[in-house]
T-cell receptor, first 115, second 113 residues
Framework: GAGVSQSPRYKVAKRGQDVALRCDPI?????LFWYQQALGQGPEFLTY????????KSGLPSDRFFAERPEGSVSTLKIQRTQQEDSAVYLC?????????????FGPGTRLTVL | GNSVTQMEGPVTLSEEAFLTINCTYT??????LFWYVQYPGEGLQLLLK?????DKGSNKGFEATYRKETTSFHLEKGSVQVSDSAVYFC????????????FGTGTRLTIIP
């Protein structure tokens, strides 16, 4: 497909479980972003990649959160020992990337519910 | 730090009414400003943008003007339709070296026929 895809679309985890969320960006997009959207709130930045380099991870809420993009394409956001406060929609976005602004295209999100 | 404050919702209007959703921002440097829209069951989409002061972004009948003197980027539409029902997010990027978006909390708009 032509857009950003994310899987799974829905994930239910028991507290303490590890989860892995996948993002497939638009082909050729250099920049990739992860955002967290709590219910009724706007998305909040988690981390940012340019190709395989993680340039900014200042938004990751704790060391339980880890993101990677080893080949500069697909990215995985991993959350270890999930807690109830991790329940949110996790959004991935990609852009062409460069020194000037390029539109970020968002995926449909993964809704994580931690019981 | 950077922040975006937007009009709290929900907002309910009749079809063909005039729409304004207020947005103000705090940012270092010279931010670029955006409105994103999330239609029911769909992902976030860019609606319009403005990258420098006094620029006007427009799309699908919506407009917003970048007002540096009032640090505002209010969204307007002259005549709304039922299909405009969605959640609208104001957002900014503070500089081009790091493209992370800072979003407002969103405004849910419902248009009734």
């Amino acid at each position: 497909g032509a857009g950003v895809s994310q899987s799974p679309r829905y994930k239910v985890a028991k507290r303490g479980q590890d989860v892995a969320l996948r993002c497939d960006p638009i082909s050729g997009h250099v920049s990739l972003f992860w955002y967290q959207q709590a219910l009724g709130q706007g998305p909040e930045f988690l981390t940012y990649f340019q190709n395989e380099a993680q340039l900014d991870k200042s938004g990751l809420p704790s060391d339980r959160f880890f993101a990677e993009r080893p080949e500069g394409s697909v990215s995985t956001l991993k959350i270890q020992r999930t807690q109830q406060e991790d329940s949110a929609v996790y959004l991935c976005a990609s852009s062409l990337g460069s020194q000037v602004y390029n539109e970020q295209f968002f995926g449909p999100g993964t809704r994580l519910t931690v019981l | 730090g950077n922040s975006v404050t937007q009009m709290e919702g929900p907002v309910t209007l009749s079809e063909e009414a005039f729409l304004t959703i207020n947005c103000t921002y705090t940012a270092t440097g010279y931010p670029s400003l955006f409105w994103y829209v999330q239609y029911p069951g769909e992902g976030l989409q860019l609606l319009l943008k403005a990258t420098k002061a006094d620029d006007k972004g427009s799309n699908k009948g919506f407009e917003a003007t970048y007002r540096k003197e009032t640090t505002s980027f209010h969204l307007e539409k002259g005549s709304v339709q039922v299909s405009d029902s969605a959640v609208y997010f104001c957002a900014l990027i503070s500089d081009f070296g790091n493209e992370k978006l800072t979003f407002g909390t969103g405004t849910r708009l419902t248009i009734i026929p």
